[in-house]
């Protein structure tokens, strides 16, 4: 077996199944090092979120399958925590929650609107409550306050720590580890041949091959429109001072956000930072991914200045910026495929959801690879040998993206300044609806 991209995926996947069957050879080879994509730099919410929301959930696949997903992922938060412990990994895993601010009226209607969608679901009340102002800033307190959702389904983790002791334990395991072996090809099995993964020092020949680059799978050859890569970016502060804790709250490390159309997130580090993170960095033509564009200098300011508007007294300095390419891909449904003709497998399009789900697409994975003919809970979830459909070609894919990030930081502005929906909403909702309402 052999596994392109040392993150979350590949990790999981290599211990997985060296877990299962401790005589399987096994070998994942990493451009850079291990944890160097997304795994080893996100935001650290280990949440059930999945990036297709509930209600386009049960009209695609109905009440029952989304329940089901619902379960598996709720389970899958406290199970990554226990796996990490059982492997000695400390990757400061405390799951105190998730809280979404509504920092005005307009995101105030929304957030509760989209509760009570829930409750029709099925989503009980200790899954996901509605807070009123008082409550919400009793947990944590931010500016502009209307109320927030709680939802206990996520961990505040270190992705780094998590990465780096998952590699360690593969090790372990007796999985081998290429390091900085990037890979220029992965050819199908053909001809008696058996998979086989291309590298400019040698190849690996494999029953199953498993693609687990993400972010970076377009500079691979025949990949450019299976996803798109996204840029997030990120920065923290210095340990800040007990006294600003005290004021602030967040004492059981809830992760947060607020309601904004351009994705935020922030969490509570073990040493008192504010790490803190959003989209609104451009996608850039081609699905071209370096690493120059991990660095946006605009993108750092407008989170500075959120971070600084959201905790108007944080006076501690930000030390660190940073950021990295997440995978999407056309419907946004992620996927675990697995081909046993081809012996190619792949994982992957978690948008910014794959702390959590990349273990559960490894379980599903690893099923796959092991007893094909079996259904379990793993198997049948709805984006397991799911296929999405390619992305436009470009310059259709750079315009359709860069259009909805503008949309939508115009959008926000609007509802902040202005405390109404204005065009920029309504054009945005309409570009989202007519990009996703055509899918297969
Ligand atoms: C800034 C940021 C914040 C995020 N925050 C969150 C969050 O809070 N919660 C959440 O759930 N998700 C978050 N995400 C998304 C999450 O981190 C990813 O979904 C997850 O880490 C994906 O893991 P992966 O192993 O599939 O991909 P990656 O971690 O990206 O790993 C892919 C690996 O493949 C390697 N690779 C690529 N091409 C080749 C090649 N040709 N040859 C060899 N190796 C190759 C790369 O070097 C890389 O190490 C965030 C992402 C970013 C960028």
Redesign the pocket.
């Known amino acids: 077996m052999a596994i392109?991209?040392?993150?979350?995926?590949?990790l999981w996947t290599a211990r997985e199944l060296k877990r299962r069957d401790p005589s399987l050879s096994i070998c994942v080879?990493?451009?850079?090092v291990c944890g160097?994509?997304?795994?080893g730099?996100?935001?650290?919410?280990a949440?059930a979120l999945f990036p297709v929301g509930t209600d386009a959930l049960v009209a695609r696949y109905g009440p029952e399958q989304f329940s089901h997903l619902r379960w598996v992922l709720e389970g899958a938060v406290p199970g990554l925590g226990a796996a990490t412990s059982d492997d000695g990994i400390d990757a400061h895993f405390i799951q105190g929650g998730t809280l979404v601010f509504a920092r005005n009226a307009l995101q105030a209607q929304r957030l509760h609107t989209s509760v009570e969608a829930s409750r029709r679901h099925g989503v009980a009340e200790h899954d996901l409550a509605w807070l009123d102002a008082d409550e919400a800033r009793r947990r944590g307190s931010l500016s502009n306050c209307y109320g927030a959702s709680f939802t206990p389904h996520c961990a505040r983790i270190q992705p780094a720590r998590l990465a780096r002791g998952l590699s360690d334990v593969d090790e372990a395991l007796g999985v081998e580890i290429y390091e900085r072996?990037?890979?220029t090809r992965i050819l199908p099995a053909r001809r008696g041949r058996r998979a086989e993964v291309v590298t400019i020092g040698g190849s690996v020949h494999a029953d199953y091959v498993v693609r687990?680059?993400?972010?970076?799978t377009p500079?691979?050859p025949g990949e450019r429109r299976t996803v798109t890569p996204f840029y997030?970016?990120?920065i923290a502060t210095e340990p800040l001072a007990d006294a600003f804790w005290d004021e602030v709250g967040f004492n059981h490390y809830e992760t947060f956000a607020d309601d904004r159309r351009l994705i935020i997130?922030g969490q509570r580090t073990n040493d008192n930072r504010l790490a803190f993170?959003g989209r609104g960095a451009a996608y850039h033509f081609g699905s071209t991914v370096e690493e120059r564009f991990d660095h946006d200098h605009r993108v750092f300011g407008m989170l500075e200045e959120i971070l600084r508007e959201l905790f108007p007294t944080l006076t501690g300095a930000v030390t660190h910026r940073w950021?990295?390419?997440?995978a999407m891909s056309r419907d946004q449904m992620p996927f675990v495929r697995v081909d046993h003709e081809t012996g190619l497998a792949s994982a992957?399009g978690?948008t910014?959801?794959?702390?959590?789900l990349?273990r559960v697409a490894a379980t599903a994975l690893a099923d796959l690879l092991t007893a094909p003919d079996v259904e379990t809970d793993f198997t049948r979830l709805p984006f397991v040998q799911h296929r999405s459909r390619r992305w436009e070609p470009e310059p259709l894919r750079w315009l359709g993206i860069n259009t909805a990030i503008v949309l939508a930081t115009w959008a926000d502005r609007t509802e902040q300044r202005r405390g109404v929906e204005g065009r920029a909403s309504r054009w945005f909702e309409r570009l989202a609806e007519a990009s996703l309402g055509d899918d297969e």
Not at 29 to 32: G, L
Not at 36 to 39: P, T, V
Not at 41 to 45: L, S
Not at 212 to 216: D, H, K, P, R, V
């Open positions: 392109v991209g040392g993150g979350y995926s590949g080879v990493e451009k850079s160097f994509g997304a795994s730099r996100n935001g650290g919410w949440s072996t990037p890979v687990a680059t993400e972010g970076f500079s691979l997030s970016l990120m997130y993170g950021g990295g390419p997440l992957g978690y910014g959801d794959g702390v959590v990349s």
